[in-house]
């Protein structure tokens, strides 16, 4: 099992949250405890763990079950952030395909005005040497 599992696990959780929900409003969350639910569904059901990928072992018999909740808790989040990516990259891609019009406006050599700051020292008087 590699990285690439979870993040297909990921996009998984989120496209069963986007089918589920559709788009009718709920509170933010419903929408990550829903996809928390899934996320810890999905890593039961198939197995999937963070911290059996890094190859740690545990006597406790249920420590995997631990391990799957854990992962699942970690899917749910990250399918979040993969949604906000995905739709950070259709924006960038809107953007970047969009026409950008620039207007300037010439300068005309001698219009510019120029300022001058003179600094002058007043002459001594005769009275205040020491």
Do not use: H
């Not at 059901?45 to 911290?51: A, K, L, Y």
């Not at 906000?84 to 005309?108: E, F």
């Amino acid at each position: 099992m590699t990285v690439a599992v979870l993040i297909v696990f990921a996009i998984l959780v989120e496209a069963m949250v986007d089918i589920i929900l559709g788009d009718v409003n709920c509170n933010k969350w419903f929408k990550k405890a829903l996809a928390m639910a899934i996320g810890i569904a999905v890593c039961v059901t198939w197995q999937v763990g963070i911290i059996a990928l890094l190859g740690i072992t545990s006597v406790i018999r249920i420590a995997p079950y631990f391990d799957y909740v854990i992962t699942g808790i970690a899917i749910s989040r990250g399918s979040n952030y993969i949604s906000d990516l995905m739709s950070g990259l259709a924006t960038y891609k809107a953007l970047r395909n969009a026409t950008v019009t620039q207007t300037t406006t010439p300068v005309v050599p001698g219009t510019e005005t120029k300022t001058e700051t003179t600094t002058s020292t007043p002459p001594s008087q005769g009275g205040d040497q020491v």
